[in-house]
């Protein structure tokens, strides 16, 4: 059995409904703040912005990716989201059921992921395929329903330099 296994990808192997947990875990979670986050991020938009779906359609060769395209933008969100270290990050999703609902995996309690090295290797394939405007358009696009005053503009006096003469 391998270390992550993505939501989409598993099934109950219990016919009876009333034992499959995860159920609860999702309905818990698409009230949790990450989950009104995560339904309010185009994430499969973004994804392909980083260019990271086109690969997803041919066939690979070696190991299966823990994280899908998705993911990996999600779990920079998450990053951010939380302000943890990648390390600290790695202890967290590990054992956080929402974490691992945010990013699409789920993570054998058995098995927990002990390498933080693969959030750096993320994060480092996503700073070198990111196109700052255009996610920027993307979550704008998304998000205009939801803003006011689209024709204003703050500023705050803590962006201005201010010298002594």
């Not at 939501?7 to 949790?32: G, H, Q, V």
């Given at each position: 059995?391998?270390?992550?296994?993505?939501?989409?990808?598993?099934?109950?192997?219990?016919?009876?409904?009333?034992?499959?947990?995860?159920?609860?875990?999702?309905?818990?979670?698409?009230?949790?703040?990450?989950?009104?986050?995560?339904?309010?991020?185009?994430?499969?938009?973004?994804?392909?912005?980083?260019?990271?779906?086109?690969?997803?359609?041919?066939?690979?060769?070696?190991?299966?990716?823990?994280?899908?395209?998705?993911?990996?933008?999600?779990?920079?969100?998450?990053?951010?989201?939380?302000?943890?270290?990648?390390?600290?990050?790695?202890?967290?999703?590990?054992?956080?059921?929402?974490?691992?609902?945010?990013?699409?995996?789920?993570?054998?309690?058995?098995?927990?992921?002990?390498?933080?090295?693969?959030?750096?290797?993320?994060?480092?394939?996503?700073?070198?395929?990111?196109?700052?405007?255009?996610?920027?358009?993307?979550?704008a696009e998304m998000w205009?329903?939801?803003?006011?005053?689209?024709d204003t503009m703050y500023?705050?006096?803590?962006?201005?330099?201010?010298?002594?003469?």
């Open positions: 059995m391998s270390k992550i296994q993505n939501f989409a990808e598993i099934t109950p192997n219990i016919p009876f409904t009333e034992f499959n947990f995860y159920d609860l875990y999702r309905s818990t979670f698409e009230k949790s703040e990450l989950g009104r986050i995560k339904k309010l991020l185009p994430l499969r938009e973004m994804a392909e912005n980083f260019g990271l779906t086109s690969r997803s359609l041919r066939p690979r060769r070696g190991r299966k990716p823990y994280f899908t395209p998705e993911g990996k933008v999600a779990l920079m969100f998450l990053k951010m989201y939380t302000g943890l270290s990648c390390p600290k990050l790695m202890e967290q999703l590990n054992g956080n059921i929402h974490y691992q609902m945010f990013c699409d995996v789920i993570i054998a309690p058995t098995r927990p992921l002990t390498n933080y090295k693969l959030l750096d290797d993320i994060i480092l394939e996503l700073s070198g395929k990111l196109k700052i405007q255009q996610q920027q358009d993307i979550l205009k329903p939801y803003m006011e005053n689209l500023t705050d006096a803590t962006c201005y330099e201010y010298t002594l003469d």
